[in-house]
Nanobody, 118 residues
Framework: QVQLVESGGGLVQAGGSLRLSCKFS????????MGWYRQAPGRQRELVAS???????NYGDFVRDRFRISRDGARMTVYLQMNSLKPEDTGVYYC????????????WGQGTQVTVSS
């Protein structure tokens, strides 16, 4: 069973930075596309960034070069470096894993809260 454990969320002032981590376990890491999604109260979940081995990362339009996603195969961990944070970045950030070999499967972490104050 794939498990995703997020960490690194917290409270930060506008203009500050946070680095989120997502630890993957339970399957072969290279067989999955990894991503970060976020959800604010009353809003639908939206893509922040995703990364697939051998492909360029994808980013949501709102990122505007402020965020960077990366993955560490040795640690089976995906990171989201967030800089120049804005209040509208506030929400619960979820790690996502999508299997890209065999039958598709999708897994979600439990989320980590990011709060950006003015």
């Amino acid at each position: 069973q794939v498990q995703l454990v997020e960490s690194g969320g917290g409270l930060v002032q506008a203009g500050g930075s946070l680095r989120l981590s997502c630890k993957f376990s339970g399957d072969i890491f290279t067989g999955y596309s990894m991503g970060w999604y976020r959800q604010a109260p009353g809003r639908q979940r939206e893509l922040v960034a995703s990364i697939t081995r051998g492909s360029s990362p994808n980013y949501g339009d709102f990122v505007r070069d402020r965020f960077r996603i990366s993955r560490d195969g040795a640690r089976m961990t995906v990171y989201l470096q967030m800089n120049s944070l804005k209040p509208e970045d506030t929400g619960v950030y979820y790690c996502n894993a999508q299997r890209i070999v065999g039958l598709p499967e999708t897994y979600w972490g439990q989320g980590t809260q990011v709060t950006v104050s003015s």
